[in-house]
T-cell receptor, first 114, second 114 residues
Framework: DAKTTQPPSMDCAEGRAANLPCNHS???????VYWYRQIHSQGPQYIIH???NNETNEMASLIITEDRKSSTLILPHATLRDTAVYYC???????????????FGKGTKLSVIP | DSGVTQTPKHLITATGQRVTLRCSPR?????VYWYQQSLDQGLQFLIQ???????AKGNILERFSAQQFPDLHSELNLSSLELGDSALYFC?????????????FGPGTRLTVL
């Protein structure tokens, strides 16, 4: 089972910031939060990831609460091309020889409206 | 463009047949992952290879098999195909397959079984 909870859908006006929430209340200390998106039936696209500090890159910002039980992905100026399904994933990271597959939930379908 | 390539883009075949899907990882990536996306199951992890060795298995059927070759490309073999195997098949690659390692996805192969 996915370890995250996301709203099934959200709308955002073009040009406004899109704030996508994710709950991961059972996250453990060695798990990162990853965000991917999938536009139509294309391959999932990596957006950003973080452990406990806020992160920013050219695509988005990731805000993780201090207790790490939830996070928010922020697309600062949403465009029509940002319409996609956004997946929040927690992934275990350690130095052992384990497996690090991504477990996808249903994600949030973001619709950017003109 | 993630740098991960997959061929073919589309594949149409009949029940009972066997097909091979091919994936070339990003330059320098040692780990390859296969995922299946069907309408009712969402994105599911199938199998992971690291530097030619199988590292982890997910929900992969016994009729399916994979391998990673010395040049690091990977093939997913699907045999005795059934209607329910119709899906998008994605390959992803990452540098080492562990730690805070980011997976980058290819464009996928759409398999239709008639």
């Amino acid at each position: 089972d996915a370890k995250t909870t996301q709203p099934p859908s959200m709308d955002c006006a073009e040009g406004r910031a899109a704030n996508l929430p994710c709950n991961h209340s059972t996250i453990s200390g060695n798990e990162y939060v990853y965000w991917y998106r999938q536009i139509h039936s294309q391959g999932p696209q990596y957006i950003i990831h973080g452990l406990k500090n806020n992160e920013t890159n050219e695509m988005a910002s990731l805000i993780i609460t201090e207790d790490r039980k939830s996070s928010t992905l922020i697309l600062p100026h949403a465009t029509l091309r940002d319409t996609a399904v956004y997946y929040c994933i927690v992934k275990e990271v350690d130095s052992g020889a384990g497996s690090y597959q991504l477990t996808f939930g249903k994600g949030t379908k973001l619709s950017v409206i003109p | 463009d993630s740098g991960v390539t997959q061929t073919p883009k589309h594949l149409i075949t009949a029940t009972g047949q066997r097909v091979t899907l091919r994936c070339s990882p990003r330059s320098g990536d040692l780990s390859v992952y296969w995922y299946q996306q069907s309408l009712d199951q969402g994105l599911q992890f199938l199998i992971q290879y690291y530097n030619g060795e199988e590292r982890a298995k997910g929900n992969i059927l016994e009729r399916f098999s994979a391998q990673q070759f010395p040049d690091l490309h990977s093939e997913l073999n699907l045999s005795s195909l059934e209607l329910g195997d119709s899906a998008l098949y994605f390959c992803a690659s990452s540098v080492i397959g562990g730690g805070p390692d980011t997976q980058y996805f290819g464009p996928g192969t759409r398999l239709t079984v008639l």
